[in-house]
């Protein structure tokens, strides 16, 4: 069955530190994979994506991801957080279920709180 | 510049109600899906469309429908509101039929009392 984990449900990082926000995926076909972030009472924002090329993704806000093929792993990093960052994270990858190629399947997110 | 929309952005109803939840886009995308958001289950699909006069189930579409009558529009119905779907309610669209990426509207949360 495809689906994506979120192993953290909280992460905490002092302000200044790099971040980690950890994804791990199965699915059938090429790994399409994006993060998105959700501020308190907003909806969702895209961060950026993986399609294909370099293993190394630069996103929003100074965010980027490392695809890991053989860790079947897209984890969020940053190498400097704000404490602005404090915010909701979400993982999803493209479905290759039969009909659903324009679907995705969520992680259950991981809430980032940056400390001062 | 282009955008998603939905309204109401907070509605209290009673159970038995039913509910229509709104959701505009301008990008003259060809997909639109519906989601809620509950702790501790992530976003849930509940519908979804492809293009016009197309509409599928999502994993939890009991108790929801949709139209799709132009390509801005996808309103999502609550036939009988039960207090289970107590919720915020997400939309989003997507281009076309590769891997496009989705965009949000704010939301609608919604309370069944």
């Known amino acids: 069955a495809q689906s994506v984990a979120q192993p953290e449900d909280q992460v905490n990082v002092a302000e200044g530190n790099p971040l980690t926000v950890k994804c791990t995926y199965s699915?059938?076909?090429?790994?399409?994979l994006f993060w998105y972030v959700q501020y308190p009472n907003r909806g969702l924002q895209f961060l950026l994506k993986?399609?294909?090329?370099d293993n190394l993704v630069k996103g929003s806000y100074g965010f980027e991801a490392e695809f890991n093929k053989s860790q079947t792993s897209f984890h969020l990093k940053k190498p400097s957080a704000l404490v602005s960052d404090s915010a909701l994270y979400f993982c999803?990858?493209?479905?290759w279920g039969a009909g659903n190629n324009r679907k995705l399947i969520w992680g259950l997110g991981t809430s980032l709180a940056v400390n001062p | 510049d282009a955008e998603i929309t939905q309204s109401p952005r907070h509605k209290i109803t009673e159970t038995g109600r039913q509910v229509t939840l709104a959701c505009h886009q301008t990008?003259?995308?060809?997909?639109m899906f519906w989601y809620r958001q509950d702790l501790g289950h992530g976003l849930r699909l509940i519908h979804y469309s492809y293009g016009v006069q197309d509409t599928n189930k999502g994993e939890v579409s009991d108790g929801y429908s949709v139209s799709r009558s132009n390509t801005e529009d996808l309103p999502l119905t609550l036939e009988s509101a039960a207090s289970s779907q107590t919720s915020v309610y997400f939309c989003?669209?997507?281009?076309?039929?590769?891997?496009?990426?989705?965009?949000f509207g704010p939301g609608t949360r919604l309370t069944v009392l």
């Open positions: 999803a990858v493209r479905d």
């Open positions: 990008w003259n995308h060809n997909n």
């Open positions: 699915v059938s076909g090429n790994p399409y």
């Open positions: 993986y399609i294909t090329g």
């Open positions: 989003a669209s997507s281009k076309g039929t590769g891997v496009d990426t989705q965009y």
